[in-house]
C-alpha cells in the first residue's frame, strides 16, 4: 500500500507533484516524500506523516526543476522510520537515481541476502533499496539498461516511478498488480497511481501502463518498451473492493461502479428480511448503493464518520475498548432506533471493527442487524503490498461464516461469493485479478518463509 507519482517537463514539478500525492493520500499515510531534478542534479524532501505534514510551501520552494517523482507510504515491508521513506536516492560516480516503488518485492530476502555476501551495505530495511543495489551492480553503462537489468532479478509486486537528472521512467511488473497511469498537462508528461491524482491537477488521462511496460521519458521522446517475459495477469482485485478511491478509474474499471455492482450481486446472493441498508462509511458506502438498489431497502446514514481524526489520537486512560472505532463512528439514533438493518462493509480482516460497530448499533437500539460482506472472507496474507496480516490474525481462519457471525454479534452474516466479485469486476473467468487472499492460490510461486523475513529484518532494525 503505497502510492506513486511523477512528471516530466513541467515549471512547477514539485507543486504539481505535491498535489498529487495529496490525492493519493489514501495509499499511505505514514510518510511522504518528492525528489525533483533540474536536468543536472537531484534535490529531496522527506518526511514522517501526512502530505501536509510534511511540505509547505517553504519546502516546495527548495525543489527546484521541471521533472519530480513523489511518494506516500504505508508500511508493508519494511519499518516505519524516515529512512524507509521514500523516494530512495543514490548517488553514483556517474550519476543520481531516485525509486518510488508500490507493491512488495517477494525475493527481496533472497536477493538482499546475495548482495550483502558480495560486499553490498544496505542502510534501509525497504525491500526498494534491494533495486538501487541492483543497478548499482548492473555493470551496464547505459542507465535505463541498467534498470532493466536490475527489474529482471525482481519477483513480486512492483510499480516504480524511477527519476534521474533528465529521465522519468515508469514501470509496472509483468502481472501487474498495482495500478499506473500515464496522462499529460500541458507539454508534461505525468505518471500516477489512480486517477484521482491525475484529476486533482488538471491532466488529460492518456491510457494506463499496462503490465510489463516500462515507460521512458526524456529529451528524446517517450518510449514504451516490453521487456519482460509474458505471464499471467494478477492486477489486486482488494485495489477494487478497498483500497483505491472510489473516482479513480483503475484496471479499465471505474471503482465506484465496481463497487456499486458488488453490491448489487450481494443483494441477490444473500437478501436480508430488514427495514433499511446502512453502510459503514467510507468503506462500505458504494456497495450499500448497489445492495439498497438491487433490493429495494432504503438506504440510510445510519453510522457518521468524523473525518478529522489523524493518525494517532490520544486516549483518555480510562477509555474503554471501542473507544478507536467510537472515535470514527457514531450512530444516528433515530435513524437505527428499532429497525432490522442491514450493515454493509467491504471486509471483515481481523473481525475487531466489525465487532465493536455492531455492538454500538445494538446500543444505539438498532432491532437486528444483518451483516453483508462486499467480498469473500479473507484467508491469505497478502504477499505483494497489501497490509493484511498474518494468516493466524485473519478471523476467517478460525471461525467459519456463522462463527464470525457469533463473534461479531449479528443476527446473520454473509459474504460475497468470489463467482459474484469476479462477475462484479467484469472478469467472470478470473483471468486479469489476482485473488489470492480469498483462495491462498498465490499467482508467484515463491517462499513465503522468506517473505517473513523481511519482516523479522525490521524488527531488529534501531530506529
Ligand atoms: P477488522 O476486521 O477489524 O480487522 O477491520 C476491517 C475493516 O478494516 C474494514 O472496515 C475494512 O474496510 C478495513 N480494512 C480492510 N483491509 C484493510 C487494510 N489492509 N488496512 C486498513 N484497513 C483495512
Known amino acids: ?20 500525492l495529496y490525492a493519493l493520500q489514501h495509499r499511505g499515510q505514514e510518510s511522504a516524500g518528492i525528489v525533483t531534478a533540474d536536468g543536472e542534479r537531484l534535490f529531496e524532501h522527506k518526511g514522517m506523516g501526512y502530505v501536509s505534514d510534511v511540505f509547505t510551501e517553504d519546502v516546495l520552494k527548495k525543489l527546484p526543476g521541471h521533472l519530480a517523482i513523489g511518494h506516500v507510504r504505508y508500511s ?11 523516494p530512495l536516492v543514490a548517488h553514483r560516480a556517474w550519476g543520481s537515481l531516485a525509486i518510488a516503488h508500490n507493491g512488495n518485492i517477494v525475493n527481496a530476502f533472497s536477493l538482499r541476502e546475495a548482495l550483502e555476501r558480495d560486499g553490498a551495505i544496505f542502510s534501509t530495511t ?11 551492480r ?29 529521465t522519468l521512467i515508469g514501470v509496472r511488473d509483468p502481472y501487474g498488480f498495482r495500478p499506473l497511469w500515464l496522462g499529460r498537462k500541458d507539454g508534461a508528461w505525468v505518471l500516477a497511481s489512480e486517477t484521482s491524482a491525475l484529476d486533482l491537477i488538471d491532466a488529460v488521462p492518456e491510457r494506463e501502463v499496462q503490465p510489463g511496460e516500462v515507460i521512458v521519458i526524456n529529451e528524446d521522446g517517450i518510449q514504451s518498451l516490453k521487456p519482460f517475459p509474458a505471464t499471467v495477469r494478477a492486477q489486486c482485485i482488494f485495489e477494487l473492493v478497498y483500497f483505491s478511491r472510489p473516482d479513480s478509474v483503475i484496471f479499465g474499471r471505474s471503482v465506484s461502479e465496481a463497487r456499486v455492482e458488488m453490491g448489487r450481486w450481494l443483494a441477490r446472493e444473500a437478501p436480508a428480511d430488514a427495514d433499511i441498508v446502512v453502510p459503514v462509511p467510507d468503506s462500505g458506502v458504494h456497495a450499500a448503493i448497489g445492495y439498497a438498489e438491487a433490493s429495494g431497502l ?3 446514514f445510519g453510522l457518521i464518520r468524523n473525518h478529522y481524526v489523524g493518525r494517532t489520537f490520544i486516549q483518555p486512560s480510562q477509555a474503554n475498548r471501542s473507544f478507536g472505532v467510537k472515535v470514527k463512528l457514531n450512530p444516528v439514533r433515530p435513524v437505527v432506533g428499532g429497525k432490522r438493518v442491514v450493515l454493509i462493509d467491504d471486509s471483515i480482516v481481523r473481525g475487531t471493527t466489525s465487532r465493536k460497530i455492531v455492538q454500538m448499533l445494538r446500543q444505539a437500539g438498532a432491532r437486528e442487524i444483518h451483516v453483508r460482506i462486499s467480498c469473500p472472507p479473507i484467508i491469505g496474507p497478502c504477499y505483494y503490498g497489501i497490509d493484511t496480516p498474518s494468516e493466524e490474525e485473519l478471523i476467517a481462519n478460525h471461525y467459519d461464516v456463522a462463527g464470525i457471525a457469533r463473534f461479531i454479534g449479528a443476527d446473520t452474516l ?50
Open 126 to 136: 525497504t525491500d526498494t533499496e534491494v533495486i538501487l543495489h541492483l543497478v548499482a
Open 138 to 166: 548492473s555493470r551496464r553503462w547505459d542507465l535505463v539498461d541498467a534498470i532493466l537489468w536490475a527489474l529482471h532479478q525482481l519477483k513480486g509486486a512492483f510499480t516504480l516511478v524511477i527519476l534521474t537528472p533528465d
Open 1 to 20: 500500500m503505497c502510492g506513486v507519482f511523477g512528471i516530466w517537463n513541467h515549471p512547477e514539478a514539485a507543486h504539481l507533484t505535491y498535489m498529487g
Open 76 to 86: 508493508t515491508a519494511g519499518r516505519s522510520f524516515l529512512q524507509n521513506a521514500q
Open 298 to 300: 432504503p438506504f440510510q
Open 414 to 463: 454473509a459474504y460475497l461469493s468470489l463467482e459474484a466479485l469476479l462477475r462484479s469486476v467484469g472478469d467472470p473467468q478470473g483471468r486479469e485479478f489476482c485473488v489470492a487472499c480469498y483462495t491462498r492460490d498465490y499467482p508467484i510461486p515463491a517462499d513465503h518463509q522468506k517473505i517473513k523475513q523481511i519482516r523479522i529484518l525490521e524488527r531488529t532494525a534501531v530506529e
